[in-house]
């Protein structure tokens, strides 16, 4: 039921770039800062990117964060095999009541 | 250093209310603009998020399960609570607790978990 979608899965090899678009809508994205959240297996999601393009403390410069419009893009560049993981874009809707709402979800695989 | 951690039962009964703990560590829930909330994750599926209590106690909850929800703080103890009526084996998943860094801002910090199996 999410109002946030992302591809399935995406995947590339060691070195090369990825990227994982989230597409909203003028109540979530195009109105509010997207975060991206990395999920390794069998761990809690941890934050990635927050408000469009920042990173937190000890996130490395691989990962950047844009937001154009409705819809938002996560960018890996020199892919490692420990960026393998579920990747989730966030945000704030406010179509109903304000709530947070997470995408989909996006399998990166490192081939 | 900032920790949460979720506490509850482990497996529930249908129709039973599930009762979550989040005890916390290296912020406020008095301080100004902070929140935590709950989000939850069945087996190999999305992240859902369900509700989120501010430092001035304001409330949000998904619409969906608004009904069923309650989420309170206790500051002094550096807890949040969230029960959910009327379980139902789709509420299984792993119940995740995380601070909210301010209003329409993210989760920045995680619990690692925990998994509540609804089952007879």
């Known amino acids: 039921q999410s109002v946030l979608t992302q591809p399935p899965s995406v995947s590339a090899a060691p070195g090369q770039k990825v990227t994982i678009s989230c597409s909203g809508s003028?109540?979530?994205?195009?109105?509010?800062?997207v975060s991206w959240y990395q999920q390794l297996p069998g761990t809690a999601p941890k934050l990635l990117i927050y408000?469009?393009?920042k990173r937190p403390s000890g996130i490395p410069d691989r990962f950047s964060g844009s937001k154009s419009g409705t819809s938002a893009t996560l960018g890996i560049t020199g892919l490692q095999t420990g960026d393998e993981a579920d990747y989730y874009c966030g945000t704030w809707d406010s179509s109903l009541s304000l709530r947070y709402v997470f995408g989909t979800g996006t399998k990166v695989t490192v081939l | 250093q900032i920790t949460l951690k979720e506490s509850g039962p482990t497996l529930v009964k249908p129709t039973q209310t599930l009762t979550l703990t989040c005890t916390f560590s290296?912020?406020?829930?008095?301080?100004?603009?902070?929140?935590v909330g709950w989000i939850r994750q069945p087996p190999g599926k999305a992240l859902e998020w369900l509700a989120l209590i501010y430092w001035d106690d304001d409330k949000r909850y998904s619409p969906s399960l608004k009904s069923r929800l309650t989420i309170t703080k206790d500051t002094s103890k550096n807890q949040v609570v969230l029960t959910m009526t009327n379980m139902d084996p789709v509420d299984t998943a792993t119940y995740y607790c995380?601070?909210?860094?301010?209003?329409?801002?993210?989760?920045?910090?995680w619990g690692q978990g925990t998994l509540v199996t609804v089952s007879s």
């Open positions: 408000e469009n393009n």
């Open positions: 995380a601070r909210g860094s301010g209003y329409f801002h993210p989760f920045d910090y």
């Open positions: 290296g912020f406020s829930l008095s301080t100004s603009g902070v929140g």
């Open positions: 003028s109540s979530n994205i195009g109105n509010n800062y």
